[in-house]
């Protein structure tokens, strides 16, 4: 074996193998890290709390609390709040998927008539502004339903929901169309030439292979919708922006405390999305990789 | 325009169908009012973000790392927060703290009316995501282009206004397709700062005429008629474009 290198430059160690005679090894996908902090989010971060804390020193009245002072008295009302905000944007996406998955079915279905139905579904609620989806919901949907005697009550958040879970479903029908639409064809000629059923292919090789595609873009619709839940208060959800508004009239309505407290809104949002975006980014460069 | 009014007035008495922005000029006016100030919005906030998104892709590509990073910071920032919060930390937050300016009649009022934070903070929020989306689109064209543009004696400006920028606009014309849109239906959440747009019409008009099924299905249709319209027009503007190589609309 090291005659074979006997020409090699002199530096070469004995022992030592060419690179082009190593067998190929992919290198290995890159661990998921949380993300680094760069000077951009120390700026950032050093900017929010300046504008937090910038009321502080604005007013220097005596029994006056600074902005910081109020955000910690109220701290766990607002993060109930937030919390609140946390719940409907879960329930609602379970419901939107599940609803999505279904009509996405439907949408890459061999029934023609469903098929267009689905479609027609699907683009009206992607279409439409998600604002007036929860307007749609809160004022179509009744307060309580009666079924067998019982009365159902439909409290407004559950209504939320559900108008939420409105475009969710589109969307995600939509990204189980696309997915679908994404894999080779050869996929589905090779299932129907080893005698699989349409279903059986659909269930036991497409969707499968489907999951993979769909889970960035379904992530990102996620954090999307946890975004738009605060629309909520807009129609009388007491969420998180509901509770903003209330914690400032209940500290005298000073106008310098608005920008503290939405910024720290925003903040709270901001640490919960992040994070989901750039795994997000993570899972597609990963995903990309591998196809 | 008589007969119509008629013919709606009689479709209500007889089937319970209150077109009352067909039939009542009050109610029309102001529907029609709503509707006009959700084309501006949408129309200067699609222009403003468009300018936003290739100004800040310029910007991303900047040897300077600071400007790289408020870019960064900025697009992050807007991106993973509500825009609603965002609107109202710009109208209630920063709006009270801005001097205020006395206008014609002497009156102390804010610097900007709600309409004019409305259209700032909606243009920033669809801006932050039109950066990344032209960035992506930079990122399509192949390196060599911009080093034979280099090698021509461009500046980097030129490199971007003459080559980068046109070859990437086609490259990522779809996603921007969707983004506007969304950008058109995110025009809504002006209603929380009392911009009258349709919603916010809509809404008035519902609780006069207590015709609020009505009012919500032709709200629904507005809607997806005016972004049937941006569709249809950036389609348009995409085959307009296409060249061959770039974009789907070379593909065809």
């Known amino acids: 074996m090291s005659e074979v290198f006997t020409a090699a430059p002199a530096a070469r160690q004995k022992g030592d193998v060419l690179p082009v005679l190593l067998p190929f090894r992919a290198p290995a996908p890159r661990a998921w890290r949380w993300p680094r902090l760069r000077l951009v989010h120390l700026v950032g971060i050093v900017g929010a709390l300046l504008l937090i804390g910038g009321g502080a020193f604005a007013q220097g009245g005596a029994p006056r609390l600074s902005a910081l002072e109020v955000i910690w008295k109220w701290f766990p009302l607002l993060m109930s709040g937030f919390g609140f905000n946390i719940l409907m944007s879960v329930l609602a996406m379970a419901l939107g998927t599940v609803a999505g998955i279904g009509l996405g079915l439907l949408q890459i279905g061999e029934n023609r008539f469903l098929r267009r139905l689905a479609w027609a579904a699907t683009q009206f609620f992607r279409n439409a502004p998600w604002l007036v989806l929860l307007f749609f919901a809160m004022f179509m949907i009744p307060f309580q339903f009666r079924v067998f005697g019982y009365t159902i009550p439909f409290p407004d958040w559950v209504k939320a929901i559900i108008g939420f879970s409105l475009p969710v479903m589109a969307n995600m029908s939509e990204i189980l169309r696309g997915a679908v639409a994404s894999l080779p064809s050869g996929q589905w000629e090779a299932a129907e030439s080893l005698a699989f059923s349409r279903r059986q292919t659909l269930f036991m090789i497409i969707l499968p292979q489907c999951v993979k595609r769909m889970l960035p873009p379904w992530m990102n619709l996620y954090s999307l919708i946890t975004m738009a839940t605060v629309q909520a208060s807009i129609v009388g959800v007491s969420e998180m922006l509901t509770l903003t508004s209330q914690v400032h009239a209940a500290e005298g309505g000073r106008p310098d405390l608005l920008a503290p407290l939405y910024g720290f809104a925003m903040l709270c949002f901001f640490v919960y999305c992040y994070p989901i975006e750039r795994f997000t980014l993570y899972l597609e460069r990963r995903f990309q990789l591998n196809q | ?252």
């Open chain 2, 1 to 252: 325009m008589d007969m119509i009014a008629k013919w709606f007035l009689e479709l209500y008495e007889t089937t319970g169908i209150n077109l009352t922005i067909v039939y009542d000029a009050y109610d029309r006016q102001r529907f029609l009012s709503g509707l006009g100030m959700t084309v501006y919005l949408s129309v200067v906030c699609i222009l403003a973000s468009i300018v936003i998104g290739a100004v800040g892709a310029w910007a991303q590509g900047s040897p300077l790392r600071v400007v790289r990073g408020l870019v960064n910071g900025f697009v992050v920032l807007f991106r993973n927060t509500p825009p609603l919060v965002q609107i109202f930390f710009f109208y209630f937050g920063l709006g009270q703290i801005l001097p205020r300016i006395e206008d014609v009649d002497g009156m102390r009022v804010p610097i900007l009316t709600n309409v004019q934070w409305a259209i700032v903070s909606l243009s920033l929020f669809a801006g932050a995501f039109n950066v990344e989306i032209f960035r992506s689109g930079i990122e399509a064209v192949p390196r060599t282009t911009t080093e034979a543009a280099e090698a021509l004696g461009y500046t980097r400006f030129g490199v971007y206004r003459h080559v980068l920028l046109p070859l990437a606009l086609r490259i990522c014309l779809p996603s921007l397709n969707n983004n506007l849109v969304n950008l058109l239906k995110t025009t809504t959440l002006a209603y929380a700062i009392a911009v009258p747009e349709t919603l916010y019409v809509s809404k008035q008009i519902w609780t006069d005429s207590q015709n609020v099924p009505v009012m919500m299905i032709v709200l629904l249709l507005v809607y997806t008629a005016l972004v049937g319209i941006l569709v249809f027009i950036m389609h348009r503007w995409e085959k307009a474009l296409a060249i061959p190589g770039y974009g789907q609309g070379g593909a065809r």
